[in-house]
T-cell receptor, first 112, second 111 residues
Framework: EAGVTQSPTHLIKTRGQQATLRCSPISGHTSVYWYQQALGLGLQFLLWYDEGEERNRGNFPPRFSGRQFPNYSSELNVNALELEDSALYLCASSLYGSTEAFFGQGTRLTVV | GQNIDQPTEMTATEGAIVQINCTYQ??????LFWYQQHAGEAPTFLSYNVLDGLEEKGRFSSFLSRSKGYSYLLLKELQMKDSASYLCAVRDSSGYNKLIFGAGTRLAVHP
């Protein structure tokens, strides 16, 4: 069974550009979580989608947005990139309200 | 509010036992998780506690006290490969069961 897959693995953008990160959850999982992990720091909750709807968002500015598609895959968009947006972006999926979330390998975004 | 606290760093010797503590304050509680994350890799699930007490899984055990907002992860017979960050996470039932992570504890195992 395929795990959570994220693409691209690495992404380099310049300040002011937009970045789009993608996540495919485990088959059957309807919930997708996005986290930001800056170098040496913990996971900061970004967004949570379930059944195509945004259920909750963390304390991030509106330029961080996303969506979930009918097949439960998800996109994270970051507009007007800033240098401090450089981080590992992790996606996790789970069954709604389930006990465990499974993580993808992440997308390392570098803003120069 | 939501707050999860863990020590930033710990060191231990190969073969020893180490206990990593986690305290939490969340509006709601629907389970506590421990994840292991090696540098540059995705977190992997270690354990889950929703009721008070000790859950044992091989060399790893996790304890929960809901009344104290406290958990610990116990690692026995430490191996070099256990050098990693250990993340405590709480599912907050007041936030549609959102999973909130602590900053993680970086464990270094020395020979």
């Amino acid at each position: 069974e395929a795990g959570v897959t994220q693409s691209p693995t690495h992404l380099i953008k310049t300040r002011g550009q937009q970045a789009t990160l993608r996540c495919s959850p485990i088959s059957g999982h309807t919930s997708v979580y996005w986290y930001q992990q800056a170098l040496g720091l913990g996971l900061q909750f970004l967004l949570w989608y379930d059944e195509g709807e945004e259920r909750n968002r963390g304390n991030f500015p509106p330029r961080f947005s996303g969506r979930q598609f009918p097949n439960y895959s998800s996109e994270l968009n970051v507009n007007a990139l800033e240098l401090e947006d450089s981080a590992l972006y992790l996606c996790a999926s789970s069954l709604y309200g389930s006990t465990e979330a499974f993580f993808g390998q992440g997308t390392r975004l570098t803003v120069v | 509010g939501q707050n999860i606290d863990q020590p930033t760093e710990m060191t231990a010797t190969e073969g020893a036992i180490v206990q990593i503590n986690c305290t939490y304050q969340t509006s709601g509680f629907n389970g506590l998780f421990w994840y292991q994350q090696h540098a540059g890799e995705a977190p992997t699930f270690l354990s889950y506690n929703v009721l008070d007490g000790l859950e044992e899984k091989g060399r790893f055990s996790s304890f929960l006290s809901r009344s104290k907002g406290y958990s610990y992860l116990l690692l026995k017979e430490l191996q070099m490969k256990d050098s990693a960050s250990y993340l405590c996470a709480v599912r907050d039932s007041s936030g549609y069961n959102k999973l909130i992570f602590g900053a993680g504890t970086r464990l270094a195992v020395h020979p």
